[in-house]
């Protein structure tokens, strides 16, 4: 049973760019969450999503970024017009409930902007 | 607002020693949970704590609940170098999905 993957590993943009990074969670899992983490800090929320449907993106900037879970295929955190202080590892997170389960995390996606 | 904290925030010790890291956080909980993350790496989950006075034990690492007192605790046993990592715990927010909301974390460094 596969973990969760999340790719690309590392991703290089430039400023102005847009940058997508992919989840796929753990099998038989449907619920979604993506963190952020800034060097030396703990983890940030930013959204948990269930397919096709965002439950709490309170963590989410207001703009620039967007996240979706669809139906098929991976979940997707898509930041647009990307700016020095995007730079960070973002994590997706699966479980297979949204109550008092562990969250199972991917290797995430270490974004620099340049 | 939630808030977690935790202490201390760097920790050196030296192999077969005993310690104590803390985890405090602001507002009432029943679930806790303890991360290990190395280095690069993601994180591992280690402990799921869900009620108070609830204490898991794996190896050489313990962790308590007390959500009386809003305290966490992650005791480590006679240290090895295998476990210099960055221990993070984490409270959910919610009533509903896992919006966690993490402590700054522990970077504990074991020597020879």
């Known amino acids: 049973n596969a973990g969760v993957m999340q790719n690309p590993r590392h991703l290089v943009r430039r400023r102005g760019q847009e940058a997508r990074l992919r989840c796929s969670p753990m099998k038989g899992h449907s619920h979604v969450y993506w963190y952020r983490q800034l060097p030396e800090e703990g983890l940030k929320f930013m959204v948990y999503?269930?397919?096709?449907?965002?439950?709490?993106e309170s963590g989410m900037p207001k703009e620039r970024f967007s996240a979706e879970f669809p139906k098929e295929g991976p979940s997707i955190l898509r930041i647009q017009q990307v700016v020095r202080g995007d730079s960070a590892a973002y994590f997706c997170?699966?479980?297979?409930?949204?109550?008092?389960?562990?969250?199972?995390f991917g290797s995430g996606t270490q974004l620099s902007v340049l | 607002e939630l808030k977690v904290e935790q202490n201390p925030l760097f920790l050196s010790m030296q192999e077969g020693k005993n310690y104590t890291i803390y985890c405090n956080y602001s507002?009432?909980?029943?679930?806790l949970y303890w991360y290990r993350q190395d280095p690069g790496k993601s994180l591992e989950s280690l402990f799921v704590l869900l009620s108070n006075g609830a204490v898991k034990q794996e190896g050489r690492l313990m962790a308590s609940l007390d959500t009386k007192a809003r305290l966490s605790t992650l005791h480590i046993t006679a240290a090895v170098h295998d476990l210099s990592a960055t221990y993070f715990c984490?409270?959910?927010?919610?009533?509903?999905?896992?919006?966690?909301?993490f402590g700054p974390g522990t970077r504990l460094s074991v020597l020879p």
């Open positions: 984490a409270v959910d927010k919610t009533d509903y999905g896992q919006n966690f909301v």
């Open positions: 997170a699966s479980s297979p409930i949204g109550r008092n389960e562990k969250l199972f």
């Open positions: 999503l269930q397919k096709e449907n965002i439950i709490d």
């Open positions: 507002t009432t909980s029943d679930r």
